[in-house]
């Protein structure tokens, strides 16, 4: 597991004229809630297209044709970050 990486950002992208906006926003409290300071924070990129994906340090760990569990989201994001709850 990697050392904790205050710096690490999530980013998810999101379709706006499909209407992912609220998608978005709940999956960005969620990261921001569980893992509070222990990462630099959860940016949203506006996108087209039905693009719906979620990048940690440059890396897609999520995109909208897989199945979304938020816990091992959760646990993904931790892996690539090192920060815990």
Known sequence: MPESNK?????????????HLPRALSIQESILEHFGRNIAGVTLKTG???IFTIHVAGEQIYEKSQEFDLDALL?????KTGATA
């Open 7 to 19: 710096n690490s950002t999530v980013e998810i992208q999101y379709c706006v004229p499909c209407g």
């Open 48 to 50: 087209g297209d039905g």
């Open 75 to 79: 646990g993904t994001i931790s892996e």
